[in-house]
C-alpha cells in the first residue's frame, strides 16, 4: 500500500465519521425543534389554565392561574354573618395555599416530562444535560389534600369548643419610652 492509497484509506474514513457525526447532530437538532415546539405549545395551553377551589361550606371560593397566583377570591354573602373574621381569614389562606398546590403541582406534573434528558445522546467535548437539569422542584408547592384536611379538621366541633382564654400571670412592663409630663425620652408610667 502507497503513501497515497493509505491516505485516501484516511480521508475515507474520515469523511465517513464525519458523516456520520452531521446526520447525529442533524438528528438532535430535529428533536431539539420538536421538542422546543412541544414546550412552547404546553406553556400557552398552561398559560390559558385557572384552577379553582372552595371551601367545603361554599363560603370562599379562590381562582389561580396556572402559577399559583391568585387571580380572584370570592366570599359569599352570608361569610361574614355565619364565621368568625379569624376563622374567615384561616380558611381564606387555607383555600388560596390549596388552589395555589393543587395550579403548582399540575404545572409539575404537566412539563416534567419534558424535563428528562434520559434520551438525548452525549456529546463527547460538552456538558452532559443530566448535570444541567434539576430534579424537582426548588420549593415543594403545598400539598392541596393536606391543606383540605387541616380546614376540616379546624371546623370540626371537637375544635370549635371554645378555649379558655389565657391570662398573663406575669405583670406588663410599665416602661415607657417618652416621659409625657415632661416631655423627653426615659422613665416610667
Known amino acids: 500500500m502507497s503513501g497515497r492509497d493509505f491516505f485516501d484509506a484516511g480521508r475515507q474514513d474520515l469523511a465517513g465519521r464525519n458523516a456520520a457525526l452531521r ?6 437538532l430535529s428533536d431539539l425543534r420538536r421538542r422546543t415546539a412541544e414546550i ?3 406553556q400557552a395551553e398552561a398559560a390559558r389554565r385557572t ?10 371560593t379562590v381562582r389561580v392561574d396556572a402559577t399559583g397566583t391568585v387571580q380572584e377570591v370570592l366570599l359569599s354573602p352570608k361569610a361574614f354573618e355565619r364565621s368568625t ?17 393543587t395550579a403548582q403541582r399540575e404545572l409539575q406534573s404537566r412539563f416534567a416530562p419534558m424535563a428528562d434528558t ?15 437539569v434539576t430534579s424537582g422542584p426548588l420549593v415543594e408547592p403545598p400539598d392541596p389534600a ?26 406588663a412592663d410599665e416602661w415607657d419610652d417618652w416621659d409625657w409630663d415632661d416631655n423627653r425620652r426615659g422613665g416610667r408610667r
Not at 373574621?85 to 398546590?101: N, Y
Not at 434520559?118 to 448535570?131: D, F, I, K, T
Request: aromatic share 2%; hydrophobic share 30%.
Open 51 to 60: 384552577f379553582e377551589v372552595s371551601s367545603d361550606d361554599g363560603m370562599v
Open 85 to 101: 373574621p379569624e376563622k374567615l381569614a384561616r380558611t381564606i389562606t387555607s383555600v388560596v395555599r390549596e388552589a395555589s398546590g
Open 146 to 171: 393536606q391543606e383540605r384536611e387541616q380546614r376540616r379538621n379546624a371546623d370540626s366541633p371537637a375544635t370549635q369548643r371554645k378555649q379558655p382564654s389565657r391570662v398573663d400571670a406575669t405583670p
Open 118 to 132: 434520559s434520551g438525548v445522546p452525549e456529546v463527547p467535548g460538552l456538558p452532559s444535560l443530566q448535570g444541567l
Open 40 to 42: 412552547q405549545e404546553a
Open 23 to 28: 446526520d447525529q447532530i442533524d438528528s438532535m
